[in-house]
């Protein structure tokens, strides 16, 4: 076996389904269940369920399992486990996607047909079938107007400056946290916004926003938070800012998923 420079020995890396077992992963040359054509359903699933106890998978995980496979058999009505094809998985995958089931069964049950019939009974049913993935969902872009209205809307100067500092500097909530009056610098009109860590960045602040950050700076320490929280030396916590914002946009009357 090589080893390296250190004297550790090398291990070379293992693919998903390479012939030596895993954690999880069997041999592909001596599977865990025989699909042999007198194996019924029942005593299929009883086989299934001891390969999983036996890897410690939960009760909540066995019952999924199970009615995965109770409605895969009912849809295609296979006379035994030995019978099925990877073009019966496909429509039952179809079926599924005809009935608008959620994109997260879609994946479980890929996952559980690809684990029984693939990974302990030795097939490939489910070989090139993609499970579907969490759809992306984009964000509505609020107008000039909208944020207007929501500045309108906030009963407070501290409410007015999250919300102008959020669209006007197109800063992030945990950024906005943690800004400190030393921050600003109504001279240049730029505001020093730290992120990941040690690393700055300079932006621009609205016309509008300076005299009220002029006068945070004249009358509070420079090392205090903007925003401060309950505790003292603490910001405001983010989801404080996010139910605000939130707020903000239910009394301005917006139909708009804002966050």
């Known amino acids: 076996m090589n080893s390296y420079n250190d004297g550790r020995p090398y291990r070379a890396p293992r693919s998903a389904f390479d ?13 865990a269940i025989a699909l042999t054509a007198s194996l019924d359903w029942p005593d299929f699933w009883n086989l299934v369920q001891a390969q999983l106890r036996e890897k410690a998978f939960q009760r909540g995980t066995l019952r999924t ?18 019978s099925v094809t990877s073009h019966d998985v496909k ?7 005809e009935k608008q089931a959620s994109w997260s069964w879609q994946s479980t049950c890929v996952a559980v047909l690809r684990t029984t019939f693939d990974k302990l009974a030795g097939r490939s049913v489910t070989a090139g079938l993609c499970a579907p993935k969490r759809p992306i969902k984009l964000g509505d ?6 944020v ?16 102008g500092l959020l669209y006007g500097c197109g800063l992030k909530v945990g950024e906005l946290c943690r800004l400190r009056w030393q921050d600003v610098n109504v001279a240049a009109k730029q505001l020093t ?15 509008a926003l300076l005299p009220v950050l002029a006068l945070g700076v004249r009358q509070c320490p420079a090392d205090d938070h903007i925003f401060r929280g309950v505790r003292p030396g603490r910001p405001l916590a983010e ?12 009394d301005a009357g917006l139909l708009k998923d804002v966050c």
Do not use: K, W
Request: glycine share 4%; with cysteine.
């Open 19 to 31: 012939s030596t077992p895993g954690p999880f992963l069997l041999p592909r040359a001596i599977p």
């Open 65 to 82: 399992y199970r009615q995965v496979l109770r409605s895969f058999r009912s849809h295609l009505r296979a006379a035994v486990p030995s």
């Open 91 to 97: 429509t039952f995958i179809r079926h599924l996607v």
């Open 141 to 146: 872009i609020l107008s000039s107007n909208d």
């Open 148 to 163: 207007a209205g929501m500045i309108e809307a906030a009963p407070t100067i501290r409410d007015r400056l999250i919300v």
């Open 193 to 207: 916004v730290r992120y990941a860590g040690t690393q700055t960045r300079c932006v621009a602040v609205p016309e």
């Open 239 to 250: 989801r404080s800012i996010e139910r605000v914002v939130r707020r903000l946009a239910l």
